[in-house]
């Protein structure tokens, strides 16, 4: 198959592996500025993906203490619209900063996530944490998570999947950091100093992020400098659902998606699993640590193996490690209701599925031109964010009796999502270089 032009795929009898559509010679791979922007993005990863990272320990807690006579599944409803707005509004921010740059969509989100978090910090009914942690905080994360990654793509093209993989480190340090944090400061000051403490600390990280990442948009950005078309107008016209006619890329998003739900909900109900088989919340919130403590690596060592040996390689590798944890630990009986069967599991699925949102956008980039990824992008997460969106609430539904059965059908179902991630990672890989043993 060949790659045209205009970043579609033309398929011929033959299979063999696609070409970077990216000249080489436009991207430094490495030098001062690059490394700053690296080290931008690390910082600001940190700051938008500590909240997400530590979804569990934070339902865990309103569901036992502010919320307790609200139904599992409304709770839920809080994460998961906070996850659709905070991954599928980078539709749009995606084609913003392919049109205006980094700086402008983070410092907007920046604003959305600290007023979002302080709000939600006063919460104490379902409707308030929605409006404030859910959509206000929601969108600020779209704004700063989709930049902070695409920013990267303008200094790496070779080593994309590395510094994607490094950049999301943050985001796996802020969920070790972050449960610690709130188990410590939930029993001594409470739920709202604790969450403005975390909100402040993200701010921080947020801010020295902005000031160190820079882009290169005007040199990649193909916008008629004569054009009186408004940003508005070139963000609408930018969003272009045709990209799914790209068979490759679509498996991709297919395969992002089951992979991502299966994070996802494994992440939000994880310590509410360990509680209700009656291990004790330290042990619950044990679990989350090791869960973001082992995913530092897992981001680190496949994205090394997908620059050197394919990307589309490494995350047929890492989905079907995911998968395999889910049936061989934590389906199988008795193994997944002990404490060390937990344990295991979290530790190995959260070194598997620490690379998924890393190098995903990094084979995308392996499909578009780097004008267009913050499209393919965006437009990949908007998917992404639907299982994030009704996810939970299946999630909070299935476990609503908070009975040691439903939490054990909750595993079976999540597993069969990871499976069907898995399927799409070997059909992307399949799409685009056959079977033939290369490096794609």
Request: contains cysteine; charged residues 10%; glycine residues 12%.
């Amino acid at each position: 198959m060949i790659v045209s032009d205009s970043g579609s795929i033309n398929e011929k009898a033959e299979f063999g592996p696609t070409v970077l559509q990216d000249d080489p010679d436009r991207f430094p791979e490495g030098g001062f500025v690059a490394y700053r922007v690296l080290v931008g993005s690390f910082l600001g990863l940190t700051g938008v993906l500590a909240f997400v990272n530590s979804a569990g320990a934070v339902e865990n807690f309103i569901q036992a203490n502010i919320l307790q006579e609200t139904p599992t599944s409304t709770i839920g409803w809080i994460f998961s619209i906070y996850n659709f707005f905070g991954f599928g509004m980078t539709l749009i921010s995606g084609p913003v900063f392919d049109k205006v740059g980094c700086k402008i969509p983070i410092a907007f989100g920046i604003l959305l996530m600290t007023v979002g978090f302080i709000c939600a910090s006063f919460a104490t009914e379902v409707y308030q944490f929605i409006l404030a942690y859910s959509v206000c905080a929601g969108l600020g994360t779209a704004f700063t998570f989709g930049p902070f990654v695409g920013v990267l793509t303008h200094y790496f093209l070779k080593k994309r999947a590395m510094a994607i993989g490094g950049a999301y480190v943050g985001g796996a340090l802020g969920g070790v950091l972050f449960p610690v944090m709130f188990r410590s400061l939930f029993p001594k000051i409470g739920f709202g100093w604790s969450v403005r403490i975390g909100a402040f600390i993200c701010l921080a990280l947020l801010v020295l992020g902005f000031l160190l990442v820079s882009d290169r948009h005007k040199e990649f950005n193909q916008i008629d400098p004569n054009s009186t078309e408004s940003v508005v107008a070139e963000i609408v016209r930018s969003i272009d659902f045709s990209i799914f006619k790209n068979k490759v890329y679509t498996c991709l998003v297919l395969a992002l998606l089951g992979n991502g739900f299966a994070f996802l909900v494994t992440a939000t109900y994880l310590p509410s699993y360990a509680t209700t088989f009656g291990y004790s919340d330290s042990n619950a919130y044990l679990l989350l640590v090791v869960f973001n403590s082992l995913s530092i690596p897992g981001r680190i060592i496949p994205s090394y193996i997908a620059d050197h040996y394919g990307r589309f390689n490494a995350i047929c590798i890492i989905s079907s490690i995911s998968t395999l944890a889910f049936f061989l630990v934590w389906v199988n009986r008795p193994a997944g209701h002990t404490l060390a069967g937990l344990f295991v599991f979290s530790a190995v699925f959260g070194f598997s599925s620490g690379s998924i949102l890393s190098l995903t956008p990094a084979s995308i980039g392996q499909v578009f031109k780097v004008e267009d990824i913050g499209k393919g992008i965006g437009t990949a997460f908007f998917v992404l964010s639907f299982g994030d969106l009704v996810g939970i609430p299946i999630g909070g539904a299935i476990t609503n009796s908070r009975t040691r059965d439903s939490y054990d059908h909750l595993v079976l179902f999540v597993a069969f999502c990871s499976l069907f991630g898995t399927v799409g990672s070997f059909t992307a890989r399949y799409l685009y270089a056959g079977v033939k043993m290369v490096k794609v």
